[in-house]
């Protein structure tokens, strides 16, 4: 029996027949994938598997073979990652990568420098009552925090500039369980307030549950895309996953 769900009509990110390459090595061959307005959507897939890829030539930081992306209908596919970020995409990178000699507060307003110069008092209240955690912490050195407390601090300079499309990639990359899921309920949250989130992440029941839609990529390539609950239902999930191999709760199951 099929569903008549949809999902939202209008398109945000729009992506193209991408190929990326380093070198002479193709990584990503072909990929066409959508993040429509409101949605909160994820990409899935084995380590290697091109998702990184695929959102640096998004975010402009890799050079594409061929392709489109497209953004609110307009051409982005060849701007400097800074008119990408202009434009309403911003990225937040795999590691929690924040500046560790700075403050935090220094941290959150580098933030608002990526898309409207002049960071204001407002902007930084809005992240401190999203992470309260980083409001006691303002004045403190970024390397003084814990490595999931970073993570926070760079997806609040991620949102700082007022996105219209936030990425985030991996953020659960070595923190523990707790730091995700504050992590993805904010990005649900801001997602239910008007933020599109594209996501990618290997902790996929969690990520699953958060999301609406997914693409699973294996090996450069989209294998599936469906919406969250009948990926987590399907058997295609587990082969891409797994390969055959003993089953990985953990990594599958948080
Ligand atoms: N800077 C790079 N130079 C060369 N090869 C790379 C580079 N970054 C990633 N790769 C290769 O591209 C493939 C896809 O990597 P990546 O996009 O990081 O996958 P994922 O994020 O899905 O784990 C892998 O085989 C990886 O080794
Ligand atoms: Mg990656």
Redesign the pocket.
Known sequence: MSTARERPPQALLEVRDLHVA??K?E?VHGISMDVRAGEFVVML??????????LHAVSGLVPKRAGKVRFEGRDLSHASPRDIVKAGIVQVLEGHRVFHTLSVEDNLLIGTYARHPGGDRAKLDRIYTLFPELAEKRHQMASRLSGGQQQILAVGQGVIGDPKLLIL?EPSGGLAPIVIDRILAVASDLCASGLAILL?EQLVEKALRHAQYGYL?ETGRIAAAAFSDELREGDLLHRVFLGGAAPSRRWLYD
């Open positions: 380093y070198g090595a990584v897939g084995r380590n290697g598997a091109g998702k990184s890829t695929l990639d990618v990529v």
